[in-house]
C-alpha cells in the first residue's frame, strides 16, 4: 500500500464543471503540498498547507489532519486546468526532508 | 516571482557519455534537492544539499551518479557513463530551510534522452 494515495488515478470532465481529486496518507505529517504538472513539463507548487483551507483563483485546498486527508478543488474548470496534479507530504527525518508523492490524478478537461 | 533555474531543458545523449545538468536555486534557500521522475512514476529523490553539504543521497547510484553544491549554491549533477535507464526527467527543487513546514519551489527540469 502507498503511503500517499489519491483518487482518482484519471479524470475526464466538461469545461465548467466542479472538480475534486482526493488525497490520503499514511505517514505521519505536519503539511501537505499539492502540484501540479503538465505533460512533459516540470512541477508548480500550487499549494501548501498544513491545517484548513487555501484558495488561490478557481483551486481550493483543504486538509484534515485528524483524518489524514486532502483534498484539491477546481471550480469552472477550463481545458488549461488539464494536467497531472500530485499530493505530497514532506518525510522529515532530521535534517533530511524529501517528498513522498502520491500516484498523481490526470485531468483531462474537454471544451 | 523568484524561480529556480534549471539547465539545460532538453538533453540528448549517447550511451557510455557523460552528462552534466545545472541548477540554480532561489536566492537564500538553503535546501537544495534533486529529484529523477521516469516516465509516468512520481519523482525520487537522488540527493539532498544543506548548504553544500550532502544531507541525503541513498538513492543516488554512486557508481555513476556525482553531485556537487560546492559554494552552497548552484549544483550540478553529472552521470557518467549515462545508460539507457537513464532516459528521466531531472528535478531539481529547493526550500528556505529544512523542515516539514517549509515550501518547495521546483525548477522546469531537464528532460534526459539516453539512446
Known amino acids: 500500500k502507498n503511503e500517499v494515495e489519491q483518487s482518482p488515478q484519471n479524470l475526464t470532465a466538461q469545461e465548467g464543471e466542479f472538480i475534486t481529486i482526493n488525497c490520503s496518507y499514511s505517514v505521519g505529517i505536519s503539511a501537505l503540498h499539492w502540484l501540479q504538472q503538465h505533460p512533459g513539463g516540470g512541477i508548480v507548487s500550487l499549494f501548501m498547507?498544513?491545517?484548513g483551507k487555501k484558495k488561490h483563483g478557481r483551486l481550493i485546498a483543504t486538509i484534515n489532519i485528524q483524518e489524514k486527508h486532502s483534498s484539491l478543488h477546481i471550480t469552472a474548470s477550463h481545458p488549461r486546468d488539464s494536467a497531472v496534479y500530485i499530493c505530497?507530504?514532506?518525510?522529515?527525518?532530521?535534517?533530511?526532508?524529501?517528498?513522498?508523492f502520491g500516484t498523481g490524478t490526470l485531468l483531462a478537461v474537454q471544451p | 516571482e523568484a524561480e529556480v533555474a534549471q539547465s539545460p531543458r532538453y538533453k540528448i545523449t549517447e550511451k557510455s557519455q557523460a552528462v552534466a545538468f545545472w541548477c540554480d536555486p532561489i536566492?537564500?534557500?538553503?535546501?537544495l534537492y534533486w529529484y529523477r521522475q521516469i516516465l509516468g512514476q512520481g519523482p525520487e529523490l537522488l540527493v539532498q544539499?544543506?548548504?553544500?553539504?550532502?544531507?541525503?543521497d541513498s538513492q543516488l547510484p554512486k557508481d555513476r551518479f556525482s553531485a556537487e553544491r560546492l559554494k552552497g549554491v548552484d549544483s550540478t549533477l553529472k552521470i557518467q557513463p549515462a545508460e539507457l535507464g537513464d532516459s528521466a526527467m531531472y528535478l531539481c527543487?529547493?526550500?528556505?530551510?529544512?523542515?516539514?513546514?517549509?515550501?518547495?519551489?521546483f525548477g522546469s527540469g531537464t528532460r534526459l534522452t539516453v539512446v
Open positions: 536566492s537564500g534557500h538553503a535546501t
Open positions: 505530497a507530504v514532506p518525510l522529515y527525518g532530521g535534517a533530511t526532508n524529501k517528498l513522498i
Open positions: 544539499f544543506q548548504d553544500e553539504s550532502v544531507v541525503d
Open positions: 498547507l498544513s491545517s
Open positions: 527543487a529547493s526550500s528556505l530551510a529544512t523542515g516539514a513546514n517549509y515550501g518547495y519551489t
